[in-house]
């Protein structure tokens, strides 16, 4: 079973729309969580980080349950512009290991 | 430009044949990675550097693979006897304490 493990999709919405990305994480010494997104042929960048408290930045919402090993991004009112591939990544304690998930892609459809 | 810059960009080589990368990492960063993408998964971990240290390494780095960083800035990645497996993206990624800047990658072939 592969450490971190989402969804491949793809996940095909129209514009406008409200979408969630699940993340399972299989490592209990991970403590941090982070989403990325990679556009396509290019190097991922940092999305948002991911907090148990949960976290807003604009249309998009993380969130973290410890005790189900589980993360979530929800993208509201997607663009066009969403359209990518969302990695979730879990750090350990130290800040040492980052662990990629395969991602979840999503195109959004005008 | 102050972001992780990698070269080449692009490389086409000839099964058997050695190559190396380099990364130039954001200067103020002193842990630098290395990761290999291959097309419809994530960065999959190689290694990674404290300064010069080179702390961890993946079981996917084989003996054809290895990386310095000798003066604890830029850091090169050699895979020498190349196969036809080693195509994939190289991807370096530097880090001031948890967030990782990612270069343009390298995207290597091997024929």
């Excluded at chain 1, 990695?87 to 892609?105: A, E, I, K, M, S």
């Amino acid at each position: 079973r592969k450490e971190v493990e989402q969804d491949p999709g793809p996940f095909n919405v129209p514009e406008g729309a409200t979408v969630a990305f699940n993340c399972t994480y299989s490592n209990s010494a991970s403590q941090s969580f982070f989403w990325y997104r990679q556009d396509c042929r290019k190097e991922p960048k940092l999305l948002m980080s991911v907090y148990s408290s949960g976290n807003e930045d604009g249309r998009f919402t993380a969130q973290l349950n410890r005790a189900s090993q589980y993360i979530s991004l929800l993208i509201r009112d997607s663009k066009l512009s969403d359209s990518a591939t969302y990695l979730c990544v879990g750090v350990d304690n130290y800040g040492q290991n980052f662990v990629f998930g395969p991602g979840t892609r999503l195109s959004v459809l005008p | 430009d102050t972001g992780v810059s990698q070269d080449p960009r692009h490389k086409i080589t000839k099964r058997g044949q050695n190559v190396t990368f380099r990364c130039d990492p954001i200067s103020e960063h002193n842990r630098l990675y290395w990761y290999r993408q291959t097309l419809g998964q994530g960065p999959e971990f190689l290694t990674y550097f404290q300064n010069e240290a080179q702390l961890e390494k993946s079981r996917l780095l084989s003996d054809r693979f290895s990386a310095e960083r000798p003066k604890g800035s830029f850091s090169t990645l050699e895979i020498q006897r190349t196969e036809q497996g080693d195509s994939a993206m190289y991807l370096c990624a530097s880090t001031p304490l948890s967030e990782q800047y990612f270069g343009p990658g390298t995207r290597l072939t091997v024929t």
